[in-house]
């Protein structure tokens, strides 16, 4: 059973270096103004990773026990140390598992379609969910703004995003391969000094491999 012990308003870091997988694991949290919005952004992490589904995960949230899958999501290596996002989309239609989802997320991604919605919109949904997050206990995070392809004017319209939302979102990116290495860089940001350990582990574990 997955755990969730954090309090309300208080977000509950969970990457860590798992020491049988020989990775580092971390959770990252999936949105957009629309459930197809992020859905469709995890359906193509496929592309651009290796990737394996889960479900039937148990969630214990506030006392209860709630079942959950994700997709687990190889990003390569960082610093010399092999990376796993399980990624998790949240709910529209469960405000307390979206909640929870949030919380103990180490990273947050929120999805914008640049030809749906005009950038006024897409600056206040971002923003708004900025707050969520912000009540979630403040995971950071990256807003993905979704168009393929992306002319010079939309590149133009992607740093005025980020202008505009400075003070609300980390970080801001076009391409959904950027916006997961941005993810994973700001959610080991909560974990200092955690790759140098299992940097130390894995020398460690190879050195018993090789004396035996």
């Not at 899958?69 to 598992?97: K, M, Q, T, Y």
């Amino acid at each position: 059973m997955v755990s969730d012990d954090a309090c309300e308003g208080h977000h509950h870091v969970t990457v860590s270096y798992d020491r049988d997988d020989r990775r580092v694991v971390m959770d990252i949290a999936i949105d957009g103004p629309g459930p197809e919005d992020p859905v469709s952004d995890v359906l193509q992490l496929c592309r651009f990773f290796r990737t394996r589904s889960q479900s039937g995960a148990r969630l214990l949230l506030r006392g209860t026990e709630r079942e959950v899958e994700w997709l687990n999501v190889e990003c390569g290596v960082v610093d010399g140390i092999p990376v796993r996002c399980r990624v998790f989309s949240l709910p529209h239609d469960d405000p307390a598992l979206r909640e929870a989802l949030l919380q103990r997320s180490d990273a947050a991604i929120f999805v914008c379609d640049l030809d749906a919605h005009p950038v006024g919109e897409l600056a206040a949904r971002a923003r708004q969910f900025a707050q969520h997050a912000q009540l979630a206990g403040s995971p950071p995070v990256v807003l993905r703004v979704r168009c393929d392809p992306l002319s010079m004017a939309q590149l133009d319209t992607v740093q005025a995003l980020q202008d505009m939302l400075a003070n609300d979102i980390d970080a801001v990116a076009p391409e959904l391969r950027e916006t997961m290495m941005l993810a994973v860089g700001l959610g080991l940001r909560h974990a200092p000094g955690l790759l140098e350990k299992a940097a130390r582990d894995l020398a460690r574990d190879d050195k018993i491999v090789d004396d035996c």
